[in-house]
């Protein structure tokens, strides 16, 4: 085991080359592009066993991705934001298609406006795909739930594409001290990927994708519901391992200081390190204030939740992303699932810093609330 | 904690600046984060980049708005930036100049660093020069951990010629 001091970029890299992917077909975008440098020379330098595809585009990134997961070997691949946008129609596909594909998305906001900062708007956009989702809080994060996402993704009870979320450039571009676990312990966690469904075998032919009639669509979309709802305990249970062999152990949400808490937080990635030290703050000052950060956004963990936020008087939730017309995306969820008194925040979108003045603002309004969905560090004219 | 401000133009390796402090301060023993905030994506754009040390690990991601230190690469910014934006009281700046006639503020010392990269890299990138003064001038970071880390980062000739600069930089004060 050693400590090196490195980005999320290169932590998610690290965890790729542990994690013994054949195929990696990527397409370079800001702020990901790091991610597929690390891995093209990787493999440039024998160090990763593996095809690497230089697509001429996201769509065919993914499209390959399916193309070698349904062929029967591990994949990765990694985007960002409009390259996101433009895989769209093929992420749907391969969660349709039961592919256990392993994808970064190096959190990035949308145009238009153009803009290459962070939010976490481009894999919102993707919850309703069938894909689960994990958001990483730093660098160690990262790089240990890449490894975690071929363990649950490749779980015969699951078989679905994984997508690890980082957000851009605070964790991207972000060098800090990260542990980078033995070869030979992940190879022992990891594990060979037999595939159980899909692989070009000449003797035993399948189709993968094709044409359901209405006689058997929904069944086919039931069972993704149900694969999602699977992956809950795998989620859990694969943390908890994970937990046991490295000494860091992860969950489907990671409460901080709840259990007597009258007013909770609740957010999504690397926000959540700024925000633990809030809570400490507001903790001195005789303040009973939690933090739940979630880190499964799909599935999502509603029963965790609920135990972790049972005897809160109110929650006041952080999105980095807005649902048009309807406020954040965690919030409209939460409010959907539990019977709690919330109040939303739209932060940070195109990479507005978001500083010690608005977390104040964000604690003070959860304790007073003015109206529901409050955007913090708006310009006033 | 200890916060550390850079300002440069895209291609002079300010955020590569940021990430060797960073790498150094760990190697002291220390905890340590650093990144960059880009502009628009092209060379020659005002850059900044942030570092922070700290006795336990960091527990803040937003950009550092009140720096301990600031180091200005690129004396040109200072028509552009305000490079003491939030600088503590007892804060200082290191500026990359020649020039005798600028109105600087207490606190405010300067370095040839163009010219001593020039004589040794033969390129006007100037992070390692400056981190050998900021070695110096601080003593936040140890200059046997920087020339250590210069050797991880640069292979070779340029290895050598950065941590023979940054020598040069350390020794002038």
């Not at chain 2, 200082?92 to 040839?112: F, G, M, Q, R, Y």
Request: net charge negative; with cysteine.
């Amino acid at each position: 085991m050693v400590v090196k001091v490195i980005t999320s970029n290169q932590a998610v890299a690290e965890a790729v080359k542990l994690s013994k992917p054949k195929v990696v077909p990527v397409y370079p975008i800001t702020p990901q592009t790091t991610i597929s440098e690390y891995l093209a020379q990787y493999v440039a330098d024998g160090d990763l066993d593996a095809e690497y595809i230089r697509v001429e585009s996201e769509h065919s990134a993914i499209s390959a991705s399916i193309g070698a997961s349904g062929a029967g070997v591990r994949v990765f691949t990694a985007t960002s934001s409009q390259g996101l946008m433009l895989m769209h129609e093929i992420v749907y596909a391969a969660a349709g298609m039961r592919l256990p594909i392993v994808m970064a998305d190096a959190n990035r906001a949308i145009s238009s406006p153009i803009n290459i900062w962070n939010d976490q708007q481009d894999s919102i956009a993707q919850r309703d795909a069938g894909w689960i989702q994990l958001y990483c809080e730093n660098a160690q994060e990262s790089l240990d739930t890449i490894i975690q996402a071929y363990r649950i993704a490749e779980n015969e009870d699951v078989l679905l594409p994984t997508m690890v979320c980082l957000d851009g450039f605070y964790l991207t571009h972000t060098v800090e001290p990260t542990e980078i676990p033995e070869s030979d312990k992940v190879d022992s966690f990891v594990g060979e990927y037999v595939p159980k469904y899909s692989f070009l075998n000449p003797n035993e032919p399948k189709s993968l994708g094709t044409l359901a009639d209405p006689e058997y669509y929904m069944e086919a979309r039931y069972e993704i519901d149900e694969a999602l709802n699977n992956s809950l305990k795998v989620i859990s249970d694969v943390g908890k391992e994970f937990g046991e062999i490295f000494g860091r152990e992860y969950g489907l949400i990671d409460p901080y200081k709840c259990e007597d808490a009258e007013y909770v937080l609740i957010a999504m990635g690397s926000i959540c390190t700024t925000l633990r030290s809030v809570v400490n703050e507001y903790r001195e000052k005789g303040e009973k204030i939690g933090l739940l950060k979630i880190r499964a956004y799909r599935p999502f963990p509603v029963e965790a939740i609920k135990e972790a936020l049972s005897g809160v008087k109110r929650v006041g939730i952080i999105d980095k992303n807005i649902s048009l017309g309807v406020g954040g995306a965690l919030y409209n969820d939460i409010l959907a699932k539990l019977d709690i008194n919330a109040y939303n925040f739209i932060v940070g979108l195109g990479g507005r810093d978001i500083t010690p003045k608005d977390m104040d603002e964000i604690v003070e309004k959860t304790k007073n609330p003015v109206k529901d969905i409050t955007w913090i560090g708006l310009k006033e004219d | 904690m200890i916060e550390i401000r850079f300002h440069g133009r895209g291609g002079q390796g300010a955020v590569t600046a940021a990430e060797i402090t960073a790498k150094v301060a760990f190697k002291d023993g220390k905890f340590s984060q650093a990144f960059p905030f880009f502009g628009v994506e092209r060379r020659g754009a005002p850059v900044m980049a942030f570092a922070r040390i700290d006795d336990k690990p960091i527990e803040t991601r937003y950009q550092v708005y009140n720096p301990d230190y600031v180091m200005v690469l690129d004396d040109g910014l200072l028509d552009v930036v305000d490079v003491y934006s939030g600088l503590k009281d007892e804060g200082s700046v290191i500026i990359n100049t020649v020039k005798s006639d600028l109105s600087l503020k207490p606190n405010s010392s300067t370095i040839d660093a163009t010219g001593i990269a020039l004589e040794n890299l033969g390129v006007n990138i100037v992070n390692t020069v400056m981190l050998g003064s900021f070695a110096k001038k601080s003593g936040q970071i140890s200059l046997d951990s920087l020339i250590e880390v210069i050797n991880e980062t640069f292979s070779g000739k340029m290895a050598e010629n950065n941590a023979k600069a940054a020598q040069i930089a350390y020794d002038q004060i």
